[in-house]
């Protein structure tokens, strides 16, 4: 075992696993995505659409990655060189040198993802000052997202101190999302009441929960949900594997798993109860984007009472919800240099993404630099990921060793039943929304 494996800690217990492994999931895709892509794709069609999708890849696909960190013992390289080389160990290095690219993936969503958690914390700066609640919000927005090294301070720390929670490895992971997560998930219950007594918010809730089942006939809808399901889980070929990683070998991932989904899903249902009554209430666009953020609801939040304690509650949960994904991303990368070359010391490899992020990142801070750069990481670099990870795990890993992991801690067996989906529904998912991806340059 290598000393970068040895170095690892375990979750203390499942649910700091789980809450670990949701604050990895719950993000931008979450807050902006979901409600955006609900909103512009069918409203309740799209939401049964995206449920069929969680309940598919939260059960197969999240758990295989789960499971092929803990069987490997570290993260992408080691597990894509583990599952390649089980079937035949000549391909053991083929393999490891395929984890690259979706490792790859993870460090460059983390570029960018940087630069948006930069601008959650500025304006959760100015929302504490004041300043965002009596400014043009337009205005304010392009006043530092058109402009080169507009966000440097609030970029430096949001990448040192995400760094510096990472130092303890899984221990501190685990202890910062225990925090993190639960305020996340309070704070837009609280939104979510504010909200609801806004005067039209009863037509957003209409066209949520409404059924149109002619709009399931669209395979858009499908597709978009499809995307945004796999997307969400953050089901990468990377980043979930490294948490598998640390798992206990009495845990039953399958499980895990789920909870894991199931709280994914709460919160992008939460933030979709917050964007979208708010957007019908004051008659804005639900599918804006990142603009939801930093333009829309800051101007929503400047008509009502206390709208700047409101704001200051927002973006607090937008900056956790960043924090903790951008903390998978590193551990990802982190941990499997570690694993590759085990002479490195941690905190070295720490301070050496450290510098990378920021020495990229400081030079994409405009939106018209990161947004290219994040679409092409989206159509790209994660998408081929993602299919290389479904199709190494069922399809070159031998189904005894996937299968031997999957039932190890296992309260109840998930039979052939659960491989033959992961095999011949799951992978074939990946597939589709790769080529979607490659033959329309479409960003999930």
């Known amino acids: 075992m290598c000393k970068g494996v040895e170095r690892k800690k375990h979750f203390s217990s499942s649910w700091g696993f789980v809450l670990a492994a949701v604050g990895s999931a719950v993000g931008m895709a979450n807050v902006w995505g979901f409600p955006a892509k609900m909103g512009s794709y069918g409203g309740s069609a799209f939401l049964i659409a995206y449920l069929v999708f969680i309940a598919l890849f939260g059960t197969v696909g999240l758990s295989a990655e789960y499971a092929v960190g803990r069987r490997a013992k570290t993260g992408t390289l080691g597990s894509y060189r583990m599952a390649w080389g089980k079937r035949d160990p000549k391909l053991g290095q083929a393999g490891g040198l395929l984890g690259w690219l979706p490792l790859a993936g993870s460090m460059c969503i983390a570029l960018g993802y940087a630069v948006i958690i930069a601008y959650v914390l500025k304006a959760f700066v100015n929302s504490v000052s004041g300043a965002l609640m009596t400014a043009d919000t337009s205005a304010w927005f392009e006043s530092f997202s058109l402009a080169d090294y507009s966000v440097i301070p609030f970029h430096a720390i949001v990448v040192v101190g995400t760094l510096l929670t990472l130092l303890l490895g899984a221990n501190s992971i685990e202890k910062t999302n225990k925090v993190m997560m639960p305020l996340f998930f309070i704070i837009f219950v609280i939104l979510a009441v504010r909200v609801a007594f806004l005067p039209g918010a009863m037509e957003g809730y209409r066209y949520m929960f409404t059924p149109r089942w002619q709009e399931l006939l669209d395979p858009m809808v ?151 750069w994040m679409d092409i990481v989206s159509i790209y670099i994660i998408p081929i990921g993602a299919t290389l990870g479904a199709a190494s795990w069922f399809w070159i890993m031998p189904k005894g060793e996937l299968m031997d992991e999957i039932a190890r801690g296992a309260k109840k067996s998930v039979g052939k039943v659960w491989y033959s989906v992961g095999r011949y529904v799951y992978v074939p998912c990946a597939v589709i929304l790769c080529l979607v991806a490659l033959l329309l340059k479409v960003a999930f």
Request: hydrophobic fraction near 55%.
């Open 222 to 372: 499908w597709i978009w949900a499809m995307g945004q399901a796999f997307f969400s889980l953050s089901i990468t070929g990377s980043g979930m594997i490294v948490y598998g990683a640390y798992l206990d070998k009495n845990e039953d991932v399958v499980a895990l798993a789920k909870r894991t989904a199931l709280f994914d899903t709460i919160a992008a249902m939460v933030a979709a109860l917050v964007i979208i009554p708010a957007c019908f209430a004051y008659g804005l666009d639900v599918g804006a984007g990142p603009s939801l953020l930093f333009v829309t609801l800051p101007r929503i939040l400047q008509d009502i009472p206390l709208g700047q304690v409101f704001a200051i509650i927002l973006y607090t949960a937008m900056v956790f919800a960043g924090v903790s994904s951008l903390q998978n991303m590193f551990e990802a990368v982190g941990e499997s240099l570690l694993h590759r070359f085990p002479k490195l010391d941690r905190r070295m490899m720490l301070v050496i993404l450290c510098v990378v992020c920021l020495g990229i990142g400081v030079h994409m801070e405009p939106i018209f630099k990161w947004g290219p």
